[in-house]
């Protein structure tokens, strides 16, 4: 079965949704009410070049059948196994450095394990090298060329070699490149030389082939012999001199040429080739062939050599040993062949618009088909039956696809006519076409069986490649170049009309729309619309032309009584123009409205309220009031060259830039979900099932947009919302949703939840209550508790203290007596309760402390004498029944001197000088509790004793000696009062 890439934009996007986060608040929330989407592109252009490499083909495409120049930006990947042809994918590349700048391939090769590929986009031309990745190509360098030629061919050499070869007004240009085996491409030289090309009508203007270090090239020409060249290289592959090669037989020009060995096999056009040996710089003939041959590519294979004919096939020719061309077999097949490939025993070539083939190269040069693969040709003609649709391909091919809103188009089966199509119409079991300028009508079965059983119904006049036919009320109307023919339900062809010509060419018709019985032709050359009362299909009245500034190539639209117009407006940017035509004859312009976007093409389509007008980006029209469009939506995905149908909700165009890639657009109206409405009780949880509609059926993702304010939202599984409540919250809260489809189309919706409040039971707070408190007595201390419902509390003591008795008041201020003579530690509990009977307890710390008992002095009366100026020590003793720590200190000063106490108890009093008689002051002595006892130090204060001088020497000597009795005596008895003080010390310590 096979496989697109585009099979549905929406499943690509399906993965990108699942990989967002969908809970939470969505700040990017937007609605979108409808948008214009790309639902899936398939079919293929006509086939251009063809590589192969390990099992994956490439190929690329033309817009136009039969021009060689009009290359498509399609590539189209196949796989190649034991099942044959299989598509995988069709992509575009850009360059790495822009990618909305779109590259054009013009020539592929393989080399190195790359895929390359030589191609323009709007920055000019590139080399782009490329690797096969999960059925893609991923690129991975590209590098600009300094070749400018439109026709540009890539050779391979030898090691990393490569060369980009193209003719111009200069001459011949060759460009060296080298391709690493990573895939890095390094521009190393070019040189331009030999003569221009003289012929103008075609655009292959050389051809260049490759063999033993050298390149062969010829420069072709218009009625005089072309120019052949040889350009040798040097080892390392940079470009060497150019010499031209003398041939006498030379043909004007070589469509294809490809070197041998020291043999040229040449094929020109007009139908014929030569093989021409090589000897040094001088070329002769060894053999030719006039026959009706025009060979697009020349392949060998050993002794082989393969001329693939433009148009009847393969040509399979063999080399003798002494150079003579025996002519060994052919395989007849159909279409242009364009490119080929050897790969082993296998070819791989392209025949534009019937497709690839590969067949297989046996021993005794004959080939046989394999595998063959075609969904292609340039799209001319479009026609709807219910989920099936007719496509007419150039040159003879009616592909028939079946839709589906949840799977891929498949191409179903494919009607080869003999001539050319040239339209297609579809009503019931019955299809019309227009074969080579013959009316035929055929049962719709017998075409997807490839059966040619038909009925003739006349002749529509001129044959060739412009066409189409529509069904309008009454019948229809075939358009052949200038032409319109109309023909009735039973395929009569009733009358015609013939619109001349504009200075000898044909004056292009657009496509044809038809309303109840008027018919609008569009004129492009003469930006002229036309329309047609074909009511009498005898007598087709011509109401009006409306002669517009420009047109574009595509069609109108009409809904009721209202025309859609596309025209160029303001900068060449595509607009729509509003006309009304309730009276036909006389169209009054009404509106014009921008829709952006350049280029000549636009193909418009109607469903319901919307307008669908897609040039270089499809746009969206809301058209609720006919006469204002409204632009709301672009995408840039979808394109169209001019050619399309829309039927029902969907509108077919052939992209921009191809010739057969069909994309499918439809209107996307967005999911939409009813209100919700959740009830929950306060600071429960809640769930309800997430179940929006979507008109097409997509997948959906919920995303939150504004949370409630009263608990939170959130996503379970893309299918469930969870509503979970705060604490302490109720009444009634709202939230917004928003739902989104894989297309972008959203739509918000409302929550609204209903919480139901419940009672909630008393709390104290949370801190350690502690009282302490002094035995016998009381102390109080006030509780808190709160009830968030604000119910009046109830405070109650639930469990008694055991040394103590504790009382609460309805303010719950607590009361505890300790009992007497009760010590160390107690508890008790309080209760709060609210009205409903729900409570709370906290538990009170008692600490019960005895009374303190203060510190006393002992009895003794405390006394210092002192002599003036000097100073003098006592020690008071105080004890504490307590056994605190005791502190002291003076309270009251002396008048006559300084007092002062340290810790021990140690008084020292400092006598003024030169004063004398009583002085007292107050000693304190305090616990740690606070308890303190004084005492009153008294204090007698004496002069100092004078001392009598005596002359007498001996007296003095008896003096002396008695001072110094004295003065021993006296430092005895200072000995004898520090130990005393020593001792009573050591009994204070202890």
Known sequence: ?????????????????????????????????????????????????????????????????????????????????????????????????????????????????HFLIF?????????????????????????????????????????????????????????????????????????????????????????????????????????????????PLYEDGRLGEATTLTFENAKSAYHTSKVTGDLWLLSYHYWGFQVAKIEGNKLSVIYESNENTWYNKIEIKGNLFFGFDTFSGIDVYEIGNNHEITYKSKLQTNGFLRDAQIVGDEIFFTKSAQGIEVAKIHGDGSVTRLSSFNQSGQVIDMAMHENELAVAALDNNLHFWSLSENEPALKSATYNTVGTLQGVAWNGD???????????????????????????????????????????????????????????????????????????????????????????????????????????????????????????????????????????????????????????????????????????????HIDGNFLMAVGDKGTLFDISDPVTPVKIDENLEISSNGIGLGSGKNLFTVSRNTGGRIHRSQVNLAPTHLDLSMAVQEEGQVEALLSATDNENDAVTYSIV??????????????????????????????LLLVTDVHGGASQFEVVIDIEPVNDAPAFDQSVVSISVISGQSQTTALVAQDVDGDTLTYAVAEQAGKGEATVNHLGEVTYTANADATGTDIFVVSATDPSGEFTKKTVSVTIVQPNHAPVFDDTEASISVVSGQSQTVILTASDSDGDTLTYAVAEQAGK???????????????????????????????????SASKTVSVTISAPVSQTTNSNTKDNTSSSEQGSSGGSLGWYYLLVLVVVLMQRRSKLLK
């Open 1 to 113: 079965m096979q496989v697109l890439h585009h099979m549905f934009s929406h499943t690509i996007k399906v993965l990108l949704f699942l990989a967002v986060i969908i809970t939470g608040v969505d700040v990017n929330a937007q609605e979108k009410a409808a948008s214009i989407v790309l639902k899936e592109t398939f079919g293929s252009d006509s086939y251009n070049r063809i590589v192969y490499q390990d099992g994956t083909v490439v190929v690329s495409g033309l817009r136009e059948e039969g021009r060689a120049d009009a290359f498509s930006q399609s590539l189209d990947i196949l796989k190649y196994g034991e099942a044959g042809l299989e598509l995988v994918n069709q992509i575009r590349l850009s360059n790495k450095k822009d990618r909305t700048a779109v590259i054009t391939p013009k020539d592929m090769i393989t080399h190195n394990g």
């Open 119 to 231: 191609g323009s986009s709007s920055l000019g031309n590139y080399l782009i090298s490329a690797r096969s990745s999960d059925n893609s190509l991923v690129v991975v360098d590209e590098l600009k060329s300094k070749v400018y030629g439109y026709d540009a061919k890539l050779i391979a050499g030898d090691g990393d070699n490569v060369y980009v070869i193209a003719s111009g007004s200069a001459g011949i240009t060759v460009e060296h490149f080298t391709i690493a085996n990573d895939g890095t491409i390094k521009q190393s030289e070019h040189i331009t030389f030999g003569v221009a090309p003289n012929e103008p009508n075609y655009f292959d203007n050389f051809s260049a082939s490759y063999s033993n270090q050298v390149l062969y090239i010829t420069s072709n020409q218009d009625d005089i012999p072309a120019v052949l060249y040889r350009l």
């Open 430 to 604: 019955k299809v019309v076409i227009n074969h080579d300028a013959n009316l035929e009508s055929h049962l719709a079965g017998n075409l997807k069986n490839n059966v040619g059983l038909s009925e003739s119904h006349g002749s529509l006049g001129w044959g060739g490649r412009d066409g189409q036919i529509i069904k309008i009320k009454n019948g229809y109307v075939a358009q052949a170049f200038h032409q319109l023919y109309f023909i009735d339900e039973l395929f009569n062809i009733v009358s015609s009309i013939e619109l001349g010509s504009i200075g000898g060419s044909y004056n292009l018709i657009q496509q044809l729309v038809s309303s109840d019985n008027l018919l609008f032709v569009p004129l492009y050359d003469t930006a002229d619309l036309i329309i047609y009362d074909t009511s009498d299909l005898s007598n087709i009245v011509e109401l009006t032309r409306i002669d517009l500034d420009s047109i574009l190539i595509g069609n109108i639209a009409v809904k009721g009584a209202h025309l859609y117009v596309p025209r160029r407006l303001d900068a060449n940017d595509l607009g729509i123009t509003t006309f009304d035509i309730s009276n036909p004859e006389k169209p009054v312009e009404l509106f014009s409205v921008l829709a952006g976007g350049g280029g000549y093409n636009a193909t418009l």
């Open 706 to 735: 504004s949370q409630p304010e009263k608990g939170s939202l959130s996503i379970k599984d893309n299918a469930k919302l969870v509503f979970k409540g705060a604490n302490d919250k109720n009444g009634a809260d709202k939230a």
């Open 897 to 931: 001197g300084i007092a002062s106490i340290n810790q021990l108890g140690e008084v020292t009093y400092m006598a003024n000088a030169d004063v004398t008689g009583a002085d007292s002051f107050v000693v304190t002595v305090s616990d740690i509790s606070g308890g």
